[in-house]
């Protein structure tokens, strides 16, 4: 297996563990141990692997890459620069899913909502009309994403992974640590260059045995739910996939190729090991680390950008959970029998945005923002159980193509700030 690329290992896996779960199922035993115990044991080992070096490499990274930034010009514009990439990013995924959900209109079934079918229970005269956007409502959405980015307590948000706070005391301190005495400012730049350094090491180590961990977390999902859990929702699956399609093979090559002057062909072939790991770990914080190496190593693109446009990308940069959760709002609207008007289409649109940025990145927590923009528009969040049949399924391949984003940011801002990196267009 040493001889064979990551990718190949991690894809092996996949299929060995679509074959196990199903043969297995959640009862099979050897020994008086189940399957599905080993399945789970290989797949929160390999999590928490990678979730107990996402603090100290996010932090050491984003201060190493904020003080190597030198100027506060060069830092304003690439701030600015990434925040505006992945906020047109994000707005242009929400609007494919908002067109293609009009188009298949999965909730309608021969010309009729498929409440009934899906066994919703909901009062049809509670559903008569949508309860429209609540201003003070909207206004305190909007202001607890900016209460998140300043946390009281910054040892209790790395404790409790709200890594928006974190980010931002990163940031913070990267700036000023560049304001102080040269000399003291040199120790430190030495102290988190060299915790930065450890924690790459640390990565590629523990990446050795996400083959394994890849085989327990698909192997226990299959074991779960098999493969025809979703079937009765079969044409809001494929809505969202053919979504995520779209904006993964057209929307962001084109950006790629236009706005950064890269081959999307060989974007595609580094990225591809890394969009496998988030593929089956449904975390785009937990691939991080693979994500940031492989856009620095094999594309070419430097420590000081990567370091940070990466990690705040995997946190407020969300396009395929933004997309879904405007697709499943406007799925359970169609369900219920619910039709919106354009204006609150639109305001579906504007609260999946914000909404994506806020959410973690780990499994099934666009769940928790589907919520929000449910209780928003009115509808009952009795809906959101349909959503738990294909969810698994979808939250890994809504991460892949959170992760694909991220990665593209990274390069086209690459370029855009004069960087070549190896896979620019000769």
């Known amino acids: 297996m040493k001889n064979i ?4 290992q991690i894809l092996i896996a996949i299929i060995a563990a679509g074959v196990a779960g199903t043969l297995t199922g959640t009862d099979t035993q050897v020994l008086g141990v189940s399957f599905f115990a080993i399945y789970q044991f290989l797949g929160t080992l390999f999590l928490n692997a990678l979730k107990m070096i996402i603090v100290p490499l996010v ?37 494919i899913g908002l067109a293609m959900v009009n188009i298949t209109q999965p909730g309608i079934v021969d010309g009729h909502p498929a409440g009934e079918q899906l066994s919703l ?37 790395a404790a409790n992974g709200e890594m928006l706070g974190l980010i931002f005391f990163a940031l913070l301190f990267g700036f000023f640590m560049t304001r102080i005495d040269k000399e003291k400012s040199a120790v430190l730049q030495n102290f ?10 640390i990565t590629m180590w523990v990446m050795k045995f996400a083959p394994l961990g890849v085989f327990g977390l698909v192997a226990k999902t299959v074991a779960t739910t098999g493969f025809a859990a979703f079937s009765p929702l079969l044409v809001f699956f ?4 053919l979504a ?23 974007f595609i072939h580094f990225i591809s090991p890394v969009l496998l790991t988030a593929f089956s770990t449904a975390s785009s914080s937990a691939t991080l680390p693979l994500t940031m190496e492989t ?27 933004a997309l879904y959760e405007c697709v499943a709002a406007m799925f359970i609207a169609q369900a219920y029998g619910i039709d919106l008007s354009l204006t609150q289409q639109f305001t579906i649109v504007l609260v999946a945005l914000l909404t994506s940025i806020g959410v973690a990145g780990i499994p ?3 769940l928790v923002a589907i919520t929000v923009i449910l209780g928003v528009m009115g509808l009952p969040l009795e809906g959101l159980g349909l959503l738990l049949v294909t969810d698994r399924i979808l939250d890994m391949l809504r991460t892949a193509v959170n992760v694909y984003s991220d990665a593209c940011g990274a390069v086209i801002i690459a370029r855009t700030e004069g960087e070549q990196t190896a896979i620019a267009r000769e």
């Not at 060069?74 to 992945?86: C, D, P």
């Not at 494929?238 to 996939?241: A, D, E």
Request: proline share 3%; charged share 15%; no cysteine.
């Open 59 to 95: 932090m050491a990274s984003i201060i190493t890459g904020i003080s190597g930034v030198g100027d506060s010009d060069s830092l304003g514009r690439l701030g600015g620069k990434t925040i505006l990439f992945y906020a047109t990013t994000s707005l242009l995924a929400i609007l």
């Open 192 to 201: 988190w260059q060299g915790v930065f350094e450890t924690m790459m090491f």
């Open 295 to 321: 856009v620095e190593r094999d594309m070419g693109v430097s420590n000081r950008t990567t370091s940070f446009v990466l990690p705040l990308g995997a946190t407020i940069n969300m396009d395929g959970t």
């Open 121 to 157: 229970t909901a009062d049809p005269e509670e559903l008569a009309a949508v309860v429209e956007v609540v201003e003070g409502k909207g206004a305190s959405d909007i202001s607890a994403v900016f209460l998140r980015l300043v946390p009281s307590n910054v040892v209790a948000a």
């Open 5 to 8: 690329a990551l990718h190949w």
């Open 364 to 366: 099934a927590a666009s």
């Open 238 to 241: 494929l809505t969202v996939v």
């Open 244 to 266: 995520l399609a779209i904006h993964t093979f057209v929307t962001l090559p084109l950006l790629l190729r236009f706005m950064g002057g890269v081959q999307p062909s060989k």
